[in-house]
């Protein structure tokens, strides 16, 4: 084998973007960040950071997700804590452009946990908010003023991706329930399904939809009142991750 030269090679950074997702008030949101630092200083971005040397990308991106949320990703091989993060890579941009201080690859992840709390700021972002993403999709995002500020770097784009992922996902798989507490009734995952769609569920229909799908919900045993109203029967998530048939997302 020749002798291999690294130095040959240019250097370029890798980077982990996360597209944070949850139902706030009925709406699909997502986090951002104002960034503190140069580039795109003042503007808002989606939460991430540079890969360490001795971390893979799902290291980081778990890692990055804690920093910016408090919020660990679920194991698949240990049992759920009630408290954690849905996450799963996205997809990769390359664009030799999409950053002006070096050549770096983003690794985005997108990450789906239920109703979360006021974020904090961490690193070099200096304010966090959870922003509808209809907002943040079109004009409108980080407004200063009367004009419209679009996301740094090509973050608008990653966050159409991830926001894309979560809506066709649901369609066929149990992703809806990520964005519910451990226990929840239909009517709470409707309303997902609502927020994630940006539509309006018949109630009856989607009810017979969900709970004759075999293993999709689990009674839990219990009732709650915490919609108002008659009590409702509490579901958890149960062991399908396939939904068949799919539960089609109305044309809008």
Not at 96 to 122: E, F, N, W
Not at 178 to 198: D, I, K, M, S
């Amino acid at each position: 084998m020749p002798p291999y030269d690294p130095s040959t090679f240019p250097p370029f950074a890798v980077t982990v973007d996360l597209v944070v997702l949850t139902v706030r008030r009925h709406a699909l949101c997502a986090l951002v960040v104002r960034r503190g630092e140069t580039p795109f200083q003042g503007r808002w971005a989606l939460p991430g950071g540079f890969v360490r040397i001795d971390e893979d990308l799902g290291s980081a991106a778990a890692r990055e997700l804690v920093e910016e949320t408090g919020l660990t990703a679920h194991d698949p091989t240990k049992p759920s804590l009630g408290n954690g993060a849905h996450l799963e890579q996205l997809a990769t941009y390359g664009d030799p452009a999409r950053d002006p201080r070096m050549r770096v690859v983003s690794v985005a992840h997108l990450a789906l946990a239920p109703d979360l709390p006021a974020p904090r700021a961490g690193g070099d972002a200096n304010s966090a908010r959870w922003a509808p993403v209809e907002e943040l999709l079109h004009p409108g995002a980080g407004r200063e003023g009367d004009q419209a500020v679009p996301l740094a770097f090509d973050h608008a784009r990653i966050l159409a991706d991830g926001v894309e992922r979560a809506r066709s996902k649901i369609e066929y798989s149990s992703l809806a329930t990520a964005f519910c507490p451990p226990e929840f009734t239909v009517g709470e995952l409707r309303r997902v399904y609502e927020a994630v769609w940006g539509v309006v569920l018949d109630p009856r229909n989607f009810h017979r939809k969900v709970t004759g799908t075999p293993g999709f919900l689990v009674p839990s045993g219990g009732t709650t009142t915490r919609q108002g109203g008659r009590p409702a029967q509490l579901f958890r998530a149960g062991a399908a991750t396939v939904l068949n048939p799919p539960m089609l997302r109305p044309e809008v």
